[in-house]
């Protein structure tokens, strides 16, 4: 059974390389790229509210389950990657819809998609929790988990507070304007930025290609957004500030 683990992880990982290059040429047609008019019922647009509820509550579910199930001895440790993993996906899955007003729509299959996606990514970082990897109580002390946390903990802020600048905007106004503030000063995305520094840090303190998988996934779907986001915000607005980067201040 780990060996089938191992090799499903190494495929993963490929299919991971393999759509960040596809969205680095399409962006996935949802927000300021969605196409209403495709046709297929794949592409039916649907309230973001229950899209996002759809697609990210699967995620704790999986990862509870396997984590939950699995033989390995539980400690505080694997309850600290459990929580964190849990109280990300509450935000995203419950409180995120919840306080959008004026919400968007999105087409049925980003929902289906991601339903997919959390699945399989639940599924392999819970079994890793579960049935691979057991964590001592004195790992608390080893530098990974130390600074693993501190940088999930910053990524949350930055997550969590960018998306509060986002939904006081759109709560305003029913067409894009441009966000200002906080780390919006530096790159268009914070909000990306915040999520993805949350899964390298969870990375970084699990130690583990699970992990690691994860963190891959969420760079190749968030780069090449927030690079065809901030090109748009170029295009969109003649008063677009200059200075900013797309994702990585002072850099990319």
Same mark, same amino acid.
């Given at each position: @059974?780990?060996?089938?683990?191992?090799?499903? %992880?190494? *495929?993963? #990982? &490929?299919? =991971?390389? /393999?759509?960040?290059l +596809?969205?680095?040429?399409?962006?996935?047609?949802?927000?300021?790229?969605?196409?209403p008019?495709?046709?297929s019922?794949?592409?039916i647009?649907?309230?973001?509210?229950?899209?996002?509820?759809? @697609?990210?509550?699967?995620?704790?579910?999986? %990862?509870? *389950?396997f #984590? &939950?199930? =699995?033989? /390995?001895?539980?400690? +505080?440790?694997?309850?600290?990657?459990?929580?964190?993993?849990?109280g990300?996906?509450?935000?995203?899955?419950?409180?995120y819809?919840?306080?959008?007003?004026?919400?968007?729509?999105?087409?049925?299959?980003?929902p289906?998609?991601?339903?997919?996606?959390?699945?399989?990514n639940?599924?392999?970082?819970?079994?890793?929790l579960?049935?691979?990897?057991?964590?001592?109580?004195?790992?608390?002390?080893?530098?990974?988990?130390?600074?693993?946390v501190?940088?999930?903990?910053?990524?949350?802020?930055?997550?969590i507070?960018?998306?509060?600048?986002?939904?006081?905007?759109?709560?305003?106004?029913?067409?894009?304007?441009?966000?200002?503030?906080?780390?919006?000063?530096?790159?268009?995305?914070?909000?990306?930025?915040?999520?993805?520094?949350?899964w390298?840090?969870?990375?970084?303190?699990t130690?583990?290609?699970?992990g690691?998988?994860?963190?891959?996934?969420?760079?190749a779907n968030l780069?090449?957004?927030?690079?065809?986001?901030?090109?748009?915000?170029?295009?969109?607005?003649?008063?677009?500030?200059?200075?900013?980067?797309?994702?990585?201040?002072?850099?990319?």
């Open positions: @059974m780990l060996q089938n683990y191992q090799t499903g %992880l190494e *495929y993963w #990982f &490929l299919l =991971g390389f /393999i759509t960040f +596809i969205l680095l040429k399409m962006p996935a047609p949802y927000g300021k790229f969605s196409k008019n495709w046709g019922w794949f592409f647009m649907i309230p973001s509210q229950l899209g996002w509820v759809v @697609m990210e509550i699967i995620s704790p579910v999986m %990862l509870g *389950y #984590f &939950l199930t =699995g033989p /390995i001895e539980k400690s +505080i440790v694997s309850y600290v990657f459990f929580i964190l993993w849990v990300h996906y509450f935000n995203r899955s419950i409180i819809p919840i306080r959008q007003n004026n919400p968007s729509k999105m087409p049925l299959l980003i289906l998609l991601a339903f997919m996606f959390n699945i399989v639940g599924s392999l970082n819970g079994y890793h579960g049935f691979v990897q057991e964590y001592s109580f004195e790992y608390i002390y080893k530098w990974n988990f130390i600074l693993g501190i940088l999930f903990v910053i990524g949350a802020i930055i997550n507070k960018s998306d509060n600048i986002l939904l006081r905007l759109r709560s305003n106004n029913k067409s894009y304007h441009i966000p200002n503030g906080f780390m919006y000063r530096y790159v268009s995305y914070p909000n990306y930025l915040g999520e993805i520094m949350e390298v840090a969870f990375a970084l303190m130690w583990s290609l699970a690691l998988s994860f963190a891959v996934w969420t760079i780069v090449p957004r927030a690079i065809a986001g901030h090109r748009w915000y170029n295009e969109t607005f003649d008063n677009y500030p200059k200075n900013r980067k797309a994702i990585l201040p002072h850099i990319l």
